[in-house]
């Protein structure tokens, strides 16, 4: 059923669920577990109490609220009454949030429980409920979204050169690409979710998908193996949607939990080493498949088919989009080469709110060009080389961050690596790496270095080595790039 058949907003696709299977589990977590008419109920009631405190149509709503059933309530109960959801992570600095909150217009802050006095704003509550509300001076009657048609959620992306911007999504784009998505993951009201990501920046054709299907979520309180392991066995997961860091622990971690519901593993969020994605299923008999996702359009490839003998791709376009790689010229390159990876299809952000710009400003002869740098193969296999702003330039030779990375996380004892050029008066850039060890004792530079030597070309191989305690990630969870 298309979402045209459900009065074509997406809270009505929770009283479609809610009405469809009233008992199935819709939420299982740290407070206990939630079937879909309880959500209703619980989402009524906030909506309710948004109402009388002001919140109508085209209002800007903050939403902070820690990885639980709040943030699914909190979405919905704003969307309920027409507003512009705008989800921001709860452990985001200070100055991060006040910072998105003016830039993005907002009139509400909802959250559960957190405090903002570091920012100066004072909360009050809502009666039975573990939610805090805040008006901002923002009058309710400026719009915080104008040159956008029923505008629902707004997004920062994720700034890993540090030039994130917010991105605008319609009720109709929503719509239009979890539908794409769903053609690929096949998911039912039969199906529970495995919960890991960050909910703040991970919730289109995720959390929202689910609701849509009547899936089941099981979200995890932290990321530790034994306790994702005991969840899906517990709940009976047939769906784990993770990070590589997610899959790396599960590969390495306990192997005495038999997972024989758990039909589908998808890594997102940045690319995968193979050796992992082939480390994990051989700890639990079930391939590791890839997929891109972007914000601006949504999850338009996803390795289903080959991810056990192509685990380095990220897949095949799904069927209502189209992929392809460009030069520079915007014309297709040659099979195998590296250009740049550029997405035709449904659901693409409706616009950039800062400055104000619609999505038709911004394609390219109808194509988003991702920024990714990729390759096609003839059998329409992808593969990501890395980010275009990011790539080293050795005397006129490409060095891809995320290939070297690759090698080096491989080598025992490593937890991390950032992998950027170094500016140097002959060759242009020289490759450096800055490492996160296990522990310093035994470590041995020179080792590593004619390790990465038996992987990568010459001109590939990391001339600086840099020990440092912490590598810098973004909210949803990649490497921060300067």
């Known amino acids: 059923m298309s979402l045209k058949k459900i009065n074509d907003t997406i809270y009505n696709t929770l009283v479609h669920t809610a009405q469809t299977w009233p008992e199935h589990l819709a939420i299982a977590d740290e407070y206990g577990e939630l079937t879909y008419s309880q959500l209703y109920n619980e989402v009524e009631f906030l909506k309710k109490e948004l109402k009388t405190k002001g919140a109508i149509a085209g209002c800007g709503v903050a939403l902070i609220t820690k990885n639980n059933r709040h943030f699914i309530t909190g979405l919905y109960a704003a969307l309920g009454c027409d507003c512009v959801v705008m989800p921001l992570a709860h452990y985001q600095k200070p100055e991060e949030i006040k910072k998105a909150l003016i830039e993005a217009n ?95 920046y991970h919730f289109i054709v995720s959390i929202m998908l689910y609701i849509r299907y009547g899936c089941g979520i099981i979200i995890c309180e932290d990321f530790l193996a034994e306790n994702i392991l005991e969840k899906a066995q517990k709940h009976k997961g047939t769906f784990l949607y993770a990070s590589p860091m997610h899959i790396r622990l599960l590969a390495s971690g306990k192997k005495d939990y038999a997972l024989p519901s758990l039909k589908k593993v998808i890594s997102t969020t940045t690319a995968i080493s193979p050796a992992i994605c082939k480390q994990f299923e051989v700890a639990y008999n079930l391939p590791v498949s890839q997929a891109f996702g972007i914000i601006e359009v949504g999850l338009p490839i996803i390795n289903l088919q080959q991810s056990s003998e192509h685990p380095e791709a990220v897949g095949v376009a799904l069927p209502a989009f189209t992929v392809s790689v460009l030069d520079d010229a915007y014309k297709a390159v040659a099979i195998n080469e590296v250009g740049h990876l550029a997405i035709k299809g449904p659901g ?135």
């Open 106 to 200: 907002i009139h509400f802050i909802l959250t559960d429980n957190i405090s903002f006095s570091e920012l100066g704003i004072k909360t009050e509550n809502i009666s039975n409920s573990v939610f805090l509300f805040c008006a901002t001076s923002l009058s309710p009657f400026t719009p915080t979204v104008s040159f956008i048609q029923r505008a629902a959620v707004m997004r920062f992306t994720s700034g890993t050169t540090g030039d994130a911007r917010c991105v605008i999504l319609s009720h109709q784009s929503i719509a239009e690409r979890i539908e794409a998505a769903n053609e690929g993951l096949q998911l039912t009201e039969n199906d529970r979710v495995i919960w890991v990501l960050p909910m703040a």
């Open 348 to 482: 693409m952000f409706d616009g950039y709110l800062s400055p104000p710009t619609t999505r038709d400003e911004v394609l390219k002869d109808g194509w988003f060009l991702t920024g990714d740098l990729a390759s096609l193969s003839k059998d329409g296999l992808i593969e990501i080389k890395g980010r275009t702003k990011n790539v080293i330039n050795v005397s006129g030779n490409k060095v891809f961050p995320n290939e070297v990375e690759e090698v080096i996380n491989s080598y025992p004892g490593i937890l991390n690596s950032k992998v950027y050029g170094q500016k140097h008066p002959l060759m242009g850039e020289l490759v450096c790496a800055d490492i996160m060890l296990v522990t310093k004792d035994g470590f041995d530079e020179e080792d590593l270095i004619n390790y990465c030597r038996q992987a990568l070309s010459s001109f590939k191989v990391p001339q600086r080595i840099v020990i440092v305690d912490h590598i810098e990630m973004t909210a949803s969870g990649k490497i921060k790039r300067q």
